[in-house]
C-alpha cells in the first residue's frame, strides 16, 4: 500500500519538477524568477496528489477540500526549493566549471543544499498537517533533533534518487537508441 503509493507519486512528481525547471531555466529569466516559478506550477499541480498520498497512508478521510491543504506552506517550501536549487547550481558550475547542470555529482550537491534551504517551510508544512484533535503545540511539535534528522533523511533520499536518475538517464537513452528503437522499426517493417 503506502509503499507502492509513494513509489508511484514520486516517479511522476520528481521528474515533474524537473521538467518544470528546466522549462523555466531555458525561458533564460533569472534564477530567483525560474525558482519560484517552477515552485507555484509544481505545487499547483501536484499538491492534490501528495495530499491524497498523505490522508491515505494517515488512513484519513480524503474529500476534495483536503486536497489544496497545507498549500501556504507548501507552495513556500518548494518556491524556496527552486530559487535555492537554482542559485546553488550556478554557484557550484562556477566552483567546478568543467561541470555541468545535469552532472550526477552537481545534482546531489544541490538537492541536498535546496532541500535545507527549504526544510523550515516543510516543517511548517508538517505542523499544518497535524491529525485535528492530536494537535501539539509549537514547542512541543518543534524538536530540532527530529527537524535536523527529518531534513536529513529526506534530503539524502530525494537528492540519491535524482542523481541516480541523471546518471541512468544518458545510458537508458542510449540503450533506448540503439536497442529498443532498431527493435521496434524492424517489427513494424514487418
Known amino acids: 500500500g503506502f509503499f507502492i503509493t509513494t513509489l508511484v507519486t514520486n516517479f511522476l512528481k520528481f521528474p515533474l519538477f524537473e521538467a518544470i525547471n528546466a522549462f523555466c531555466s531555458a525561458l533564460r529569466v533569472n534564477p530567483s524568477a525560474t525558482g519560484f516559478f517552477a515552485g507555484?506550477?509544481?505545487?499547483?499541480?501536484?499538491?492534490?496528489?501528495?495530499?491524497?498520498?498523505?490522508?491515505?497512508?494517515?488512513?484519513?478521510?480524503?474529500?476534495?477540500?483536503?486536497?489544496?491543504?497545507?498549500?501556504?506552506?507548501?507552495?513556500?517550501?518548494?518556491?524556496?526549493?527552486?530559487?535555492?536549487?537554482?542559485?546553488?547550481?550556478?554557484?557550484?558550475?562556477?566552483?567546478?566549471?568543467?561541470?555541468?547542470?545535469?552532472?550526477?555529482?552537481?545534482?546531489?550537491?544541490?538537492?541536498?543544499?535546496?532541500?535545507?534551504?527549504?526544510?523550515?517551510?516543510?516543517?511548517?508544512?508538517?505542523?499544518?498537517?497535524?491529525?485535528?484533535?492530536e494537535e501539539l503545540g509549537f514547542r512541543e511539535f518543534f524538536r530540532p533533533t527530529n527537524y535536523v534528522r527529518s531534513t536529513v533523511i529526506g534530503s539524502s533520499k530525494q537528492a540519491l534518487s535524482l542523481a541516480v536518475g541523471y546518471w541512468c538517464a544518458p545510458l537508458a537513452s542510449h540503450f533506448f537508441h540503439t536497442v529498443a528503437m532498431p527493435l521496434l522499426r524492424r517489427r513494424a517493417a514487418g
Request: with cysteine.
Open 40 to 133: 507555484l506550477a509544481y505545487t499547483t499541480v501536484t499538491l492534490p496528489v501528495t495530499n491524497y498520498r498523505f490522508r491515505k497512508s494517515m488512513q484519513l478521510e480524503v474529500d476534495p477540500a483536503t486536497l489544496y491543504e497545507a498549500y501556504p506552506a507548501t507552495l513556500l517550501r518548494d518556491i524556496t526549493y527552486g530559487m535555492v536549487r537554482n542559485h546553488t547550481t550556478i554557484w557550484i558550475l562556477r566552483l567546478f566549471p568543467h561541470w555541468k547542470a545535469v552532472d550526477p555529482q552537481v545534482v546531489l550537491i544541490v538537492v541536498v543544499l535546496a532541500c535545507f534551504g527549504a526544510s523550515p517551510f516543510n516543517e511548517w508544512r508538517g505542523y499544518v498537517l497535524q491529525s485535528s484533535g
